[in-house]
């Protein structure tokens, strides 16, 4: 097997969707992201558990512990911290990230590919075609009205038209997130 980041070929297997993935919109979006919330993220498989981990967030990190094995070997407990980080959203309130422990790239996805938890880009992992579709969709007609509302031609607009352009704009970010919701739905959490 391909260590991280060698540039395995993409295949069918290889994608985001067939790993443990955590995604930090969507954990926002189910309230499982306020500090001193702790609980244990559990997969899905064709209704089938497929794993668990245990986390703990902070104000400023999410602590992960499970266990891992590789190929039937000896189980492992690995504990793993990731930084959270936060950026201002043009229309308020604030955006989520974290901090790849590997590369230090903010990035919204962990996979857990192998032992740790590392961005889609050090596991090489392209996402597959249905997150691309719905929520790929979504976040590109956001972009875009977010490149109109707060550009350099703002400043031009009637207001009746940045109210219509915000009304999308909230519209977008909503199926954005429900998307995520369907992709993720064999993903679920137990609140301790
Ligand atoms: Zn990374």
Known sequence: MGGIGSGRPSSNRDTVDSTRCIDIRFMRRMGWL???MAGTLRWNCNGLPSGDIRYRVTEHSLNLNYRYRINGGDWQSVAQTVALETTPCHYGGLRYWFTCPRCERRCALLCGAER???CRQCYNLPY???LEGAHGRACMKRNKLEKKLFGPNRRRMWAHT???LINELV???DAANQALIAHFKDLYSDIF
């Open 34 to 36: 306020q500090a001193g």
């Open 116 to 118: 740790l938890f590392y």
């Open 128 to 130: 597959q075609t249905q």
């Open 162 to 164: 940045r109210d219509r």
């Open 171 to 173: 519209k977008a970010e």
